[in-house]
């Protein structure tokens, strides 16, 4: 079974705060992206990544894939309340193609409270 | 672009009767839908992918002949809860790829908003 854990599951901070969210797996993925949720919506895809080592920030959002593409972080600084939402990683398996689907990590319930 | 629309947004309905829920691609064509169920706060479950013109493709352990998937178009993808019990309820997702060049280049998938199933 292919796994993709994503820690931490629930995570509250205060205003300002900094986070990290990790997903790991044994598996390599050809690209992994990044969802954020709000309640009663579906997914928002934030950012994909592909190249093992590669960071892309989004605003205060730093995503990076680790060198061997087996796993990745989410950094989000100084969040923020509008920040709170379900974080989710999915990971692409095998070769570069359309055609796959993804394996989605437990996902992370944020909360920044003001 | 890449937008996905779902309806209902919201049901209720009664034990033993059967639900159906639309997903659809408005301004792209999906040759390949997902259906996701998911619970609060949980991460999404794989259900089923849905395929234009043939059958679709269930998960291990998902009811083919409970959860029912018709993909009868390029823009639209159905999900009928068969005989609905109050243990289906849930938050159904559907998903689509984006074929346009480099939209969905590395199997990126855009959202419907939800339907949440209340079966009494």
């Known amino acids: 079974t292919q796994l993709l854990e994503q820690s931490p599951q629930f995570l509250s901070i205060q205003e300002g705060e900094n986070l990290t969210v990790y997903c790991n797996s044994s598996?390599?993925?050809?690209?992994l992206q990044w969802y954020r949720q709000e309640p009663g919506e579906g997914p928002v895809l934030l950012v994909t990544v592909v190249t093992g080592g590669e960071v892309k920030k989004l605003k205060r959002l730093t995503f990076q894939f680790g060198d061997a593409r087996k796993d990745s972080s989410l950094h989000i600084t100084a969040a923020q309340p509008g920040d709170t939402g379900l974080y989710l990683c999915a990971g692409a398996l095998g070769n570069a193609g359309n055609n796959r689907k993804l394996i989605w990590g437990l996902g992370t319930s944020l909360a920044v409270n003001p | 672009g890449a937008v996905v629309s779902q309806h209902p947004s919201r049901v209720i309905c009664k034990s033993g009767t059967s639900v159906k829920i639309e997903c659809r691609s408005l301004?792209?064509?999906?040759?390949?839908m997902f259906w996701y169920r998911q619970f609060p706060k949980k991460s999404l479950m794989l259900m089923a992918t849905s395929n234009e013109g043939s059958k679709a493709t269930y998960e291990q352990g998902v009811e083919k002949d409970k959860f029912l998937i018709n993909h009868a178009s390029l823009t639209l993808s159905t999900l009928t809860v068969t005989s609905a019990h109050p243990e289906d309820s849930s938050f159904y997702i559907c998903?689509?790829?984006?074929?346009?060049?480099?939209?969905?280049?590395?199997?990126?998938?855009?959202f419907g908003p939800g339907t949440r199933l209340t079966v009494l």
């Open positions: 598996s390599v993925f050809s690209s």
């Open positions: 301004d792209f064509q999906a040759t390949t």
């Open positions: 998903s689509a790829r984006d074929p346009a060049p480099g939209t969905s280049l590395y199997n990126e998938q855009f």
